[in-house]
């Protein structure tokens, strides 16, 4: 430990301390004789904030200096020491916690996958479209994949989940994971938009406006359009303004009523035919021949 001497000046402390340095912690910076002894302090005065240092006098030359005090130093040691090893401990559970981490992360984003196939297995409907959804936007990408997921679509659009069959006609529509095939994608289509499907509304409006994959029929496409419009869909409210616009006025009253039906005829059905009246008003005759009032708007 450094010895300071109590008294003398700086030009004479410097190499004293130096030579004390040298010769040990309680050599004397006098005379550098280790025959020291631990001595008091003379009054308040001398004490005063020198906690942690102690005064020793020097048994060959009879003259005092401070040194540190042994335990405050131990404990602030100990203390340094602590605190470097816990740093050092806190670094590599760290690090332990981030390699268990990306462990678990890799381990989580596998989880669901298998989860979902099991559930799948199992028979649950919205087990069977999430695993095909997640076949489509989380797999390789290879066409084994794509054509999995197809056939969970399936599974689950035979269950009479909506989303699965409005996600197997864009399979069907597009040519993704099987077979591009347009009455598919509307049979689809179709059984997604009488479930309330709003986008799949949307979409058989479209198919019977072009005839792709059903008839081109205007009324029907009217109806759906009006149908997804009523439940917000946007494009659809100007398509059906496009469409109507082309529409005789019995037509138009016509595919507005048909659009309030509880339940859309399918895409290959035959629709009543129109009857003018001496009044106007066209009334609707069904395939059977019987006569029906128009419903009151």
């Known amino acids: 430990m450094l010895a300071v001497v109590l008294a003398p000046t700086f030009h004479t402390i410097v190499p004293q301390r130096l030579s004390s340095l040298i010769s040990g912690p309680r050599a004397c910076p006098y005379c550098l004789s280790k025959d020291t002894k631990d001595s008091i302090w003379r009054n308040r005065e001398e004490k005063a904030g020198r906690f942690w240092l102690r005064p020793v006098r020097c048994r060959a030359c009879h003259k005092r200096f401070v040194r540190l005090r042994r335990v405050p130093v131990a404990v602030l040691g100990g203390l340094v020491l602590l605190t470097v090893v816990g740093t050092l401990a806190w670094t ?146 100007g398509a059906r303004d496009e469409v109507g616009a082309s529409l005789r006025p019995e037509q138009l009253q016509f595919a507005q009523r048909l659009s309030r039906e509880a339940e859309m005829p399918e895409p290959d059905a035959e629709l009543p035919t129109l009857m003018p009246t001496a009044s106007g008003v066209s009334t609707v005759v069904p395939a059977s021949g019987e006569m029906q009032r128009p419903a009151i708007r």
Not at 93 to 99: H, L
Not at 133 to 141: D, R, T, V
Not at 145 to 165: P, T
Not at 210 to 236: C, K, M, P, T
């Open 92 to 237: 590599l559970s760290g690090i332990e916690a981030q390699a268990v981490s990306d462990h678990d992360r890799m381990l989580s984003e596998l989880a669901p996958l298998e989860a979902e196939r099991r559930r799948a297995a199992a028979g649950d409907a919205a087990a069977q479209y999430t695993y095909g959804m997640l076949l489509f936007q989380g797999g390789s990408g290879e066409a084994s994949d794509m054509a999995e997921a197809v056939r969970w679509l399936e599974k689950a659009a035979a269950q009479g989940h909506a989303q699965a069959q409005y996600e197997l006609a864009l399979a069907f529509k597009l040519g993704r994971g099987t077979l591009q095939d347009y009455p598919a994608a509307a049979r689809w289509f179709a059984r997604a938009a009488r479930s309330g499907h709003v986008a799949a509304q949307y979409h058989m409006g479209r198919l019977h406006r072009i005839g792709e994959g059903v008839s081109l029929d205007l009324v029907r496409a009217y109806a759906w359009f009006n149908r997804a419009a009523a439940q917000g869909h946007g494009a659809a409210r």
